[in-house]
C-alpha cells in the first residue's frame, strides 16, 4: 500500500539525493502498510528501527549537500531534520520500554512531517539548488 507517492516535483536533480528520499518515502510507507496490516510488533519495531537510523544517514547526506550549495536556510532545515531524529528516537525508546505500541499516532505524525518537510522545506531548497 502506498501512502506516499514519489512525484518528481521532489526531485533535487541529484542522483544520491533522489535515490535517498525515494528510500525515505519507502520507509514512511512501509511502516504504515505493516501497522494496517497488523504485523507483529517486532516486525513493526523493526521497521522503525530501519527508518530511524535511514534517517540519520540520509539528512546528513542533505546537509552535508546544503553546506556545499551554501544554502542560506540550511540552519532552519537542520533544525527539522532534528526534531524528526529526535521524535524517531523518543518512539523507539517508548517502544523498547513497551510503553507504547507502533501505532497510528506514530505513522500520523511520520506521515504529516514527511508530507510537509518535503512540500515545503526541501521545497525551498529545491528552488534554490536548480539556481545554483
Known sequence: MVFIKWDEQYAFNNAELDKQHKELIEYVNALQTAVINGDEQNLLG??????????????????????ELNY??????????????RKLIDLQEQFIDKQIMVCFDALDYSDSWLNKHIKDYD????????QS
Open 46 to 67: 523493526g521497521v522503525l528501527d530501519e527508518f530511524a537510523a535511514f534517517s540519520v544517514v540520509y539528512f546528513e547526506r542533505e546537509e552535508q549537500f546544503f553546506i
Open 72 to 85: 542560506s536556510k540550511y540552519l532552519e532545515h537542520k533544525q527539522e531534520h532534528d526534531d524528526l531524529i
Open 123 to 130: 521545497g525551498e531548497f529545491r528552488l534554490y539548488a536548480r
